[in-house]
């Protein structure tokens, strides 16, 4: 099994002042692959928009992620694992909140990158 990262970043790191990995100030969703389908596709795209509107975390477009999601794993076979992990990115101490622009960037292997 391949494990790729998509990152919201030139250099397909996580900053350490990331907020979703200081104080958890993101969503996530988990989600079965099989044969190129995403499981229950329409429950996880439907609760990831819930949870970006309740934290407020804006400029997600989750309809054209899910997009991007689907087409990736069109190829795959068997059973997989896909992860979705969305945060409202670096800046800012404590537990305010700051607006961050957020970007979807292709993904490593689409930009003729490849992480494994």
Same mark, same amino acid.
């Given at each position: 099994m391949?494990?790729?990262i998509w990152? /919201?970043?030139d250099d397909d790191s996580l900053s #350490?002042?990331?907020r979703g990995l200081n104080?958890? /100030?993101g969503c996530f969703t988990t989600m079965? #692959?099989?044969d190129g389908e995403i499981h229950l596709f329409k429950r996880h795209r439907d609760r990831m928009e819930h949870a970006l509107s309740a934290l407020a975390i804006p400029n997600v477009d989750i309809n054209r992620v899910f997009q991007h999601l689907q087409r990736s794993v069109a190829a795959v076979s068997g059973k997989q694992v896909l992860k979705l992990v969305v945060t409202r990115g670096s800046g800012g101490r404590g537990t305010a909140q700051k607006v961050v622009k957020t970007?979807?960037?292709s993904p490593p292997s689409q930009r003729g990158q490849s992480i494994t």
């Open positions: 391949e494990n790729v990152a /919201d970043t #350490v002042s990331d104080y958890g /100030d079965l #692959v099989e970007r979807w960037l």
